[in-house]
C-alpha cells in the first residue's frame, strides 16, 4: 500500500521560513517525479515546485522562484520544500504528489500518488 505523508506545515510570520517534508512507502521512490502543490479555500490547487525522478529538472511557479528550494534524499524515500522569506500569500495546505517516471507537470491529474496535505500560515 502506498503511502505520501506531509510534515512541517505552522504558523510562521511574514519574512520567516518552514521546511516542509514528504515522505512516502510502497513505491519505488527513485522512479518517480515528485512535486508540492498548494490550494486556498475556493482556489485550484496549483503547482509550486517540481523534481524529476533523474534529478535534472526542477520547476518553481514564478511567486516562489528564488525563495523556495526543492530536493529529495532517495535513499530517505522523502522530498523536501525549503521555504524562505515567506508572505502571507503563501498561505496554503501544501500537498506532495508523485508521478512515476514522468516529467513535471504543473497539471494535477498527472499525479498518481497524492498526501493528506499539510498547512502553512503566514501571518502579516
Known amino acids: 500500500q502506498v503511502q505520501v505523508v506531509e510534515s512541517g506545515g505552522d504558523l510562521v510570520q511574514t519574512g520567516g521560513s518552514l521546511r516542509l517534508s514528504c515522505t512516502t512507502s510502497?513505491?519505488?521512490?527513485?522512479?518517480?517525479?515528485m512535486a508540492w502543490f498548494r490550494q486556498t479555500p475556493g482556489k485550484e490547487r496549483e503547482g509550486v515546485s517540481c523534481?524529476?525522478?533523474?534529478?535534472?529538472?526542477?520547476t518553481y511557479a514564478d511567486s516562489v522562484k528564488g525563495r523556495f528550494t526543492i530536493s529529495r534524499d532517495d535513499a530517505k524515500n522523502a522530498l523536501y520544500l525549503q521555504m524562505n522569506s515567506l508572505k502571507p500569500e503563501d498561505t496554503a495546505m501544501y500537498y506532495c504528489?508523485?508521478?512515476?517516471?514522468?516529467?513535471?507537470?504543473?497539471?494535477?491529474?498527472?499525479?498518481?500518488?497524492w498526501g493528506q496535505g499539510t498547512q502553512v500560515t503566514v501571518s502579516s
Open positions: 504528489a508523485a508521478l512515476y517516471r514522468g516529467s513535471c507537470s504543473g497539471s494535477r491529474s498527472n499525479y498518481r500518488y
Open positions: 510502497g513505491l519505488p521512490f527513485a522512479l518517480y517525479t
Open positions: 523534481l524529476s525522478w533523474t534529478g535534472s529538472t526542477t
